[in-house]
Structure formats: structure tokens, C-alpha cells
């Protein structure tokens, strides 16, 4: 007796070698495969007793890609010292391996020459821009990052894209730098290449040592109240300060101490904080911006580059090139 054909299901209807439609619905793959699971054998009209099995269908779904976006970016648009540096947050943890692909899509331009420059990490979020020297004096900056949702590379089996989203402007005012000597106990405050003025100090004591190196202009305060509680001092005090200028996250100032007028340009005895004449600090208060840099020396004690806004100037070049920043 002849042998009776079988009837094959041949998923998405494909022709008669069996090949699948690639134009057919994702949707329509998982019916297939669910069919050929169900009928199990599947024998053509003459193959007789043995039985030819259809593989079943595999349906992959794409990679997921992670869009790697910017949070904030600062400085804002106004008018800044030239110690100001560009800090980009991102909105996740950015790879070591894609960090420099990851900075190269940020572009920063400036109206006025700023020699060397290049970005440093201070954690997986924040990268920093900033020159070798400092900023120009009166300098327009922009910084832009468009999105083009490239890849930049992967991470954790996932494709990393590009979606950018920042544009931001400021200025720099007067290319004025105040300098601090230890060993003489005077500050200068040179703009613009031309020496403005000089004003004699008195710095921290033995034991509270003001610290070496640059830092900038963080805020400012008409009156700022100061207790030995704050620093950990054990002798007791308790100050409204005027014309107080913060240089670190750590608590050092400059500022006015009409209580230290004797000892101001002769010998140190503040607890770390830079002390200034009333007229001197008023000056400083009402002419200088955010990000005027303080450079200090002759100190035995130095600066920490994760202290303060200003900090990130004294790590060498060196290690700022290669990409950290503290």
C-alpha cells in the first residue's frame, strides 16, 4: 500500500524548502515556535518511517543601549575669576575605558588663547576642564555637548550612547591673581598684569599653619560668625567676622580682624585663616569675583587638591593630562 503523505507545518508559511520569511512579525516567530513545539515530528511524503524534525526558531531580542546623558554643567552663565574651572556631571557612572571618548564629544572654546588644557576625572560623574595656566583675562568660554546618540563603546554587555544635552556660557573678568608670602607676611593683587595693590597679613600660627599652594575665591560674606567649635580649636571664640572671603571647603578665609591690627605684616597668629586690614578686606569684598585665585606660600603646610573649588590647581600637569584630577 503506498505510503500516505504527512502533513508538515512549516512555520511563517515558508516555500517548499522550508525557509523562513524574515519579513514576518517578531510576534508571528513566537506562534511558529510554539507550533513546532506542539506537533513535535514533522515527516515529509517520502521519508517513510523515519522521521525529519524541524529545528525550532530562536528570536533574539536587540541589545539594550544605555544613553549616557549630562546632569550639569557649571560654571553658570556670569562673570568669573580666572581660577574657575568647567565641572560636567553625568547622570551615571562612566567607565574608565570610555572616559576619554566620553570627553572628547564636550567641546569648549574660548574667545582669548588658553595655551594647554585638558580633562581630569575627580569620580566616575564629574569631569573637569581646566588650562594649564589659568584662564585669560576677559574671555568669553562656551561649553556645548550635542546629542548625536553615537556609540562610544560598551559596558556590561550594553552599548553606551552618546545623548549629550548641555550648552553653557560665562566670561572671565580682570586676569587678577592675589599672592600670599609667609615669609614676608604681604599679600599682592596683580590684574591684568599691573600691580594694584599690597596689603600686610598675618596667617595661621604654629600648629594651624595656612596652607601652600592655590586656591580661589568660594564665597563671600559681609558678616560671617566663626566659633573655635567650628575647627576644633581649644581656645575659645566666638566672631561675626566681616568682610569674610572662603578659599576652602576646610574653613580657611581671608577676611578682616580688626582684633589682630598689631600683628598684621609682623607675625602669624590666626588659627589658619589670612587676616587683612578693615580697609583691606572691604576692597577684596567689593572688587574681586568667584574664582580669583589666592596663591599662598612659604607655608610648611600645603594644599589638598580635593579642598575647595580651587584645589584641582595644584595637581602637576602631569598627572592631570593622564586624567585625574585629585
Not at 29 to 42: D, E
Request: charged fraction near 20%; hydrophobic fraction near 40%.
Amino acid at each position: 500500500m503506498p505510503a500516505t503523505a504527512a502533513r508538515c507545518f512549516r512555520p511563517f508559511g515558508g516555500g517548499k524548502h522550508g525557509k523562513v520569511n524574515a519579513k514576518r512579525s517578531v510576534a508571528a516567530a513566537t506562534v511558529g515556535v510554539a507550533a513546532v513545539l506542539a506537533l513535535g515530528a514533522c515527516t515529509g511524503p517520502s521519508l517513510g518511517n523515519q522521521a525529519a524534525r524541524a529545528e525550532p526558531i530562536v528570536v533574539s531580542s536587540p541589545t539594550p543601549a544605555v544613553m549616557l546623558g549630562i546632569e550639569h554643567v557649571s560654571p553658570s552663565p556670569e562673570t568669573y575669576g580666572v581660577g574657575i574651572v568647567v565641572r560636567v556631571t553625568f547622570d551615571q557612572d562612566v567607565p574608565k575605558g570610555l572616559r576619554p571618548a566620553v570627553t572628547s564629544m564636550i567641546d569648549v572654546t574660548s574667545s582669548e588663547p588658553i595655551g594647554p588644557a585638558a580633562w581630569a576625572w575627580s569620580d566616575p560623574r564629574t569631569a573637569i576642564f581646566r588650562p594649564k595656566e589659568f584662564w585669560p583675562g576677559h574671555a568669553t568660554v562656551t561649553v556645548s555637548a550635542a546629542p548625536t546618540y553615537e556609540v562610544l563603546g560598551r559596558a556590561d554587555d550594553r552599548d553606551i550612547r552618546w545623548a549629550g544635552g548641555a550648552s553653557s556660557t560665562f566670561s572671565t573678568g580682570p586676569a587678577r591673581v592675589i599672592t600670599v608670602d609667609a615669609q614676608t607676611d604681604q599679600a599682592t593683587v596683580v590684574a591684568d598684569g599691573v600691580t594694584v595693590r599690597t596689603m600686610p597679613v598675618s596667617l595661621g600660627m604654629d600648629g594651624w599653619e595656612t596652607r601652600s599652594g592655590t586656591k580661589v575665591l568660594m564665597e563671600k560674606y559681609e558678616v560671617k560668625r566663626m566659633t573655635s567649635q567650628s575647627i576644633g580649636a581649644e581656645d575659645e571664640y566666638e566672631l561675626d567676622v566681616p568682610y569674610a572671603i572662603r578659599l576652602t571647603n576646610s574653613g580657611e578665609f581671608i577676611h578682616a580682624a580688626p582684633w589682630a591690627t598689631d600683628r598684621l605684616g609682623r607675625w602669624n597668629g590666626s588659627h589658619g585663616c589670612t587676616n587683612v586690614s578693615m580697609a583691606d578686606a572691604k576692597w577684596l569684598y567689593y572688587n574681586h569675583l568667584y574664582g580669583d585665585p589666592v596663591i599662598t606660600t612659604g607655608t610648611s603646610r600645603s594644599m589638598d587638591p580635593s579642598n575647595g573649588a580651587g584645589g584641582v590647581w595644584n595637581v602637576p600637569w602631569k598627572t592631570w593630562k593622564a586624567g585625574r584630577a585629585v
